[in-house]
T-cell receptor, first 120, second 109 residues
Framework: EVQLVQSGAEVKKPGESLKISCKGYGYSFTSYWIGWVRQMPGKGLEWMGFIYPGDSDTRNSPSFQGQVTISVDKSISTAYLQWSSLKASDSGIYYC?????FGGGPFEMWGQGTMVTVSS | QSALTQPASVSGSPGQSITISCTGTSSAFGDYNYVSWYQQHPGKAPKLIIYDVNNRPSGVSNRFSGSKSGNTASLSISGLQAEDEADYYCSSCNSISAVFGGGTKLTVL
């Protein structure tokens, strides 16, 4: 089955580091851009960045530049979103999505989301 | 890209039709016809329901349709059903970025 499976929920303290994952199944992982989207509690969707697993080409949202790192390990079909020092305001649900090859490249498939809670 | 503006909420009765607007600057929409719409039920991941203004992915009901005029894109839902109650987001993507609207909560009365 073609799907994206994300890592499980995380509870962290401010200042801690975190790396969450998004693994692709059932398709050529290196051929599709993967994007990350944040949803803060009760709020809307915010685009964070894209990565192309084929060559690790990355595009970052100015709103998240320097706050997170997007990476990929194509040998295991997995994309990552990483924080070096979490803040309480990083709490939310993080979704990965596969961009379509057609048209404007909308997010045609999504992972189930990873809930991140940052609290002292 | 600039923000895309949606109404916070819309409502309709079963069987009726509703329209959700998404207004942005020409720079927000960028590549003019790359507007997509997503449906999100509580606790669930978003689901693509319209792409490139007015195209439906396979499996999406033909009760959902999209259009665009000037700097306003619209999502229309006909024959409202209880299962349509959800949040809806417009979006525009290009090769280097993406932007989402603030979302619209649809209530089926």
């Amino acid at each position: 089955e073609v799907q994206l499976v994300q890592s499980g929920a995380e509870v962290k303290k401010p200042g801690e580091s975190l790396k969450i994952s998004c693994k692709g199944y059932g398709y050529s992982f290196t051929s599709y851009w993967i994007g990350w989207v944040r949803q803060m509690p009760g709020k809307g969707l915010e685009w964070m960045g894209f990565i192309y697993p084929g060559d690790s080409d990355t595009r970052n949202s100015p709103s998240f530049q320097g706050q997170v790192t997007i990476s990929v390990d194509k040998s295991i079909s997995t994309a990552y979103l990483q924080w070096s020092s979490l803040k309480a305001s990083d709490s939310g649900i993080y979704y990965c999505g596969r961009r379509a090859i057609f048209g404007g490249g909308p997010f045609e498939m999504w992972g189930q989301g990873t809930m991140v809670t940052v609290s002292s | 890209q600039s923000a895309l503006t949606q109404p916070a909420s819309v409502s309709g009765s079963p069987g009726q039709s509703i329209t959700i607007s998404c207004t942005g600057t020409s720079s927000a929409f960028g590549d003019y016809n790359y507007v997509s719409w997503y449906q999100q039920h509580p606790g669930k991941a978003p689901k693509l329901i319209i792409y490139d203004v007015n195209n439906r992915p396979s499996g999406v009901s033909n009760r959902f349709s999209g259009s665009k005029s000037g700097n306003t894109a619209s999502l229309s839902i006909s024959g409202l059903q209880a299962e349509d109650e959800a949040d809806y987001y417009c979006s525009s993507c290009n090769s280097i970025s993406a932007v989402f609207g603030g979302g619209t909560k649809l209530t089926v009365l």
